[in-house]
């Protein structure tokens, strides 16, 4: 009777899938894991594979790179949470600040590393759609009736929030210095943005796959890649008269790699990155290298002079411009109303 | 439907007066047609059209680049760790629903309808939340994050996390199904097989079991299909390291994040056939053994 093969099923069902389970024992590797933000994806596919080869090369040991991305912000969260990461790439200095501040590196992690432990920069520029069709040059026109603009969420991007400042440092210098007018021209600013992403690659794919808006604020390495992406026809890039120096830094986690005994192969990692690999690489890959000199010639050139503000001079550095702008409270919070 | 068919025969039965038996539907041919239409419209373009958009993303480089999709070890480790999940959530849940339901349905006790409502706790909260409730408890500034450091556990993104969150998500499933089948039922044969001697565990194997058994069936199967796709849970415990703590739903968002829109949408495609594979299943028992299935049975 049916009643029986029924109940064996079910015993099958119950009994035999946990066994599948045990199957899957981690194998015993070398690995560290590099927890980043979003638009660093086709950077470190590459520089993880010449890392690995290099370790080999160095000591013979096998080693393999783990990777997450995500938005910064939201990455740092699960790194304080918890999530085992030999080192962080993060898009700004106050996320690594904030795992800092849980205890997992000391607060002076900046310092440990050359050029602000940023191997790399960037900057904001704007994607348009081919031929500008609304006649995007600068600033002001995205506060424009009709013009939409696209940038993740400063909550929980750090490219969002080079983006907020680097409006911000425009209108500032436009106004004389005037803060509330700053204030005023990023409210009209949000008011043109009808969806906020979470992280830097959900927006240009917002903009570029499913086409909405006029214009995305992006990083330079984000926009020259959508041309890769996406084809040259299809996009062009609008440089600002003033954008913002980004300084997406790099720091070992030290209470994670003296757990899984990992610093010399973290310590190596991010060294590399400093290194002709790490520039090569990081050029090819449409971010600006620390020392172009080790860059190839050709990837350098694409980079275009700009008016830059920094973080540092021009806004108090991270500590102070976090809480002041993103914190709870904050301008953002003051200014930003979803529609 | 044979009630449908007497009623259309019998004017053609009548002789000389025919009895004039009032149409059930009353609306004129036009206005049925329209509505039919109307509804066919709407279940194509919301339902039909997304599904079939799903594959035709999938293949538009062709086959080849479908099966290039999972040449890709982070995809392949991805299928497997959901498939892992899923054969540690699903069996869990089976035992746990059966025990709830075998309890609340044959026997009476003080605090019935809280464990009720207990159980249907995860329909209605957000997975969302559910997946920070065990960030909130085993995170390292969780309840318990201080102790798991200490011992060295990994609960939150690693393996466990992710099927503690699915069993969360999927645990009203299995349950749900069978206390409605199992009330109707009734205690009557439980009793007589008690009176002729059977023991507790007897009892429960040979007649509460068997009685339930395709009913089980569904709600694995359901059981199953949302612990392989769920995302929301999953993707607050997941960490998102690649090749490591993704599960499809997970690996189809990166891929779609990486530009990799063919890939993301195959892996997709296995997901959307996993659930017509359900939806055939689910059907076939059904219809087959709709008796057998209880008839609350209507999400």
Not at chain 2, 27 to 39: D, F, K, Q, T, V
Request: charged residues 20%.
């Amino acid at each position: 009777m049916n009643r029986r093969r029924a109940s064996r099923i079910i015993a099958a069902l119950a009994f035999a899938t946990p066994l599948l389970a045990g199957v899957t024992g981690a194998c015993a590797q070398g690995k560290i894991t590099n927890v980043s933000y979003d638009p660093t994806r086709e950077l470190y596919k590459e520089f993880n594979a010449a890392f690995e080869k290099n370790w080999k090369a160095e000591t013979g040991e096998t080693i393999k790179v783990q990777v997450s991305h995500g938005g910064s912000g939201k990455q740092a969260r699960s790194v304080i949470d918890g999530l085992n990461a030999d080192v962080v790439t993060l898009a700004l200095a106050a996320d690594i600040d904030a795992i800092a501040k849980a205890g997992k590196l000391p607060a002076d992690w900046q310092k440990r590393l050359p050029h602000n432990s940023s191997p790399y920069t960037s900057t904001i520029v704007f994607l348009v759609r081919k031929g500008n069709p609304k006649g995007v040059k600068d600033w002001d026109d995205l506060v424009k009736d009709g013009v939409q603009v696209i940038t993740p969420n400063p909550k929980t991007s750090g490219g969002a929030r080079w983006n907020y400042l680097a409006a911000w440092a425009y209108a500032r210098e436009k106004n004389g210095g005037d803060d509330a007018k700053a204030k005023e021209f990023v409210g009209k600013l949000f008011k043109n943005v009808p969806v906020l992403d979470s992280g830097a690659r959900g927006s240009t794919t917002t903009f570029a796959q499913r086409e909405l808006g006029d214009v995305l604020l992006a990083w330079e390495n984000e926009a020259f890649l959508s041309f890769k992406e996406f084809g040259e026809d299809k996009f062009e890039i609008v440089y600002p008269s003033i954008s913002i120096l980004a300084e997406p830094p790099v720091a070992i986690i030290d209470q994670n790699v003296d757990k899984n005994g990992t610093r010399k192969a973290a310590e190596a990692y991010l060294n590399l990155l400093y290194d002709k690999e790490g520039q090569t690489l990081a050029a090819k890959n449409f971010y600006r290298p620390i020392k172009p000199e080790l860059a190839n010639a050709e990837d350098v050139k694409r980079f275009k002079d700009l008016k830059l503000v920094t973080i540092d001079k021009d806004f108090g550095g991270w500590a102070k411009a976090q809480g002041e702008h993103f914190g709870d409270g904050g301008t953002f919070d003051q200014i930003y109303k979803p529609q | 439907m044979p009630a449908d068919a007497t009623l259309a025969a019998a004017p053609s039965l009548g002789t000389s007066a025919p009895i004039q038996l009032p149409s059930p539907i009353a609306e004129s041919r036009g206005a049925r047609i329209a509505l039919i239409a109307l509804a066919v419209a709407f279940l194509g373009f919301f339902l039909l059209l997304p599904l079939v958009a799903v594959f035709v993303e999938a293949f538009r480089k062709g086959v080849e680049a479908y099966f290039e999709s999972f040449d890709d070890p982070d995809t392949l480790s991805a299928i497997w760790l959901t498939v892992v999940v899923a054969a540690i959530a699903v069996p869990l849940n089976v035992v746990f629903g059966l025990a709830a339901s075998w309890a609340i349905a044959k026997f009476e006790f003080k605090g019935k309808s809280f464990l009720l409502s207990l159980i249907d706790l995860p329909f209605s909260v957000s997975p969302v939340v559910s997946g920070m409730c065990y960030v909130l408890l085993f995170g390292a500034q969780g309840v318990f994050g201080p102790w798991l450091a200490k011992h060295d556990l990994q609960i939150i993104f690693a393996l466990p996390g992710l099927v503690l969150a699915t069993i969360f998500v999927t645990f009203p499933f299995v349950a749900r199904e069978l206390i409605p089948l199992m009330q109707e039922q009734g205690t009557s044969e439980e009793e007589a097989a008690l009176s002729l001697g059977a023991g507790g565990f007897r009892t429960f194997w040979s007649v509460t079991l068997p009685n339930v058994r395709w009913a089980l069936l569904y709600g694995v199967l359901l059981c199953n299909a949302r612990a392989m796709g769920e995302f929301g849970a999953v993707s607050v415990v997941s960490g998102h390291l690649r090749g490591l703590t993704n599960t499809i739903p997970l690996q189809v968002e990166i891929l779609y994040n990486d530009y990799n829109f063919v890939a993301a949408f195959a892996v997709a495609s296995v997901l959307a056939g996993l659930g017509l594979v359900t939806l055939a299943i689910k059907s076939g028992l059904e219809w087959r053994y709709g008796d057998q299935i209880s008839s609350a049975h209507r999400h």
